[in-house]
């Protein structure tokens, strides 16, 4: 007889090799009224399979398994069963490994060492079809962030050369070609040659997007 679940909680499919891991991972699910474990694998072929048969909320996914990486489960399983959520559950908290996964597809990324609430929190939020990264890899990723904007703005910056950085802060500030002229000791042609050069090397067009580019560059 087909085994039947509750609609009103969320169903959880457990995928990880270590059955001691599985075992905590079950009884703590199983003391909660809106979480259900309705299989568990060790394995990715068997995971796949689960996951085509029992069709889950959320798997529960581990990266280090016997028989495959499971990052490369994610967008068989997002195939397979397209409305199923997945938490990558790991004890990997190096950058790659998260980027890998919320480009395959995964929805959340919670290191092994995260406290029972933590998971459990993963779990549901997942289970909405929201983003939930662990506090710590949070912060790799926002690190990644910010470092990538740093080295964008030097590579912006390094697009235009000094003169041209000059008469960017100056029509930033207001001048007309005429000032910016006497300003730098230049003719207006030059002006215009160097405005023109601008736009084309940032791909801008409009005053308003200059201005916003010199001051998140720091040339004005």
Do not use: C, W
Request: aromatic share 4%; hydrophobic share 40%.
């Amino acid at each position: 007889m087909e085994q039947k679940y509750s609609k009103d909680r969320l169903r959880v499919l457990l995928v990880d090799d270590h059955a001691v891991l599985l075992s905590g991972l079950k009884l703590l699910l199983g003391n909660t009224n809106d979480l259900e474990v309705i299989g568990e694998a060790k394995n990715g072929s068997d995971a796949a399979e689960a996951s085509k048969f029992l069709k889950p909320d959320v798997i529960v996914l581990d990266i280090n398994l016997g028989d495959t990486n499971g990052l490369e489960l994610v967008p068989q399983i997002k195939s397979l069963t397209p409305k199923t959520n997945i938490l990558v559950l790991t004890m990997y908290g190096e950058e790659e490994y998260l980027q890998k996964a919320l480009e395959l597809g995964a929805k959340g990324y919670v290191l092994k060492k995260a406290s029972d609430n933590e998971l459990l929190t993963a779990i549901r939020t997942v289970g909405r079809g929201e983003t939930y990264l662990d506090q710590t890899v949070a912060k790799t990723l926002v690190t990644m962030a910010l470092g990538s904007n740093a080295l964008k703005k030097e590579a912006d910056r390094e697009l235009l050369s000094s003169r041209e950085q000059e008469v960017l802060a100056l029509v930033a500030l207001g001048y007309t070609n005429k000032q910016i002229a006497g300003e730098l000791i230049i003719s207006i042609k030059t002006v215009e040659t160097h405005k023109a050069n601008i736009k084309i090397k940032l791909g801008l067009n409009k005053r308003s997007e200059l201005v916003r580019y010199a001051m998140d560059n720091n040339l004005i």
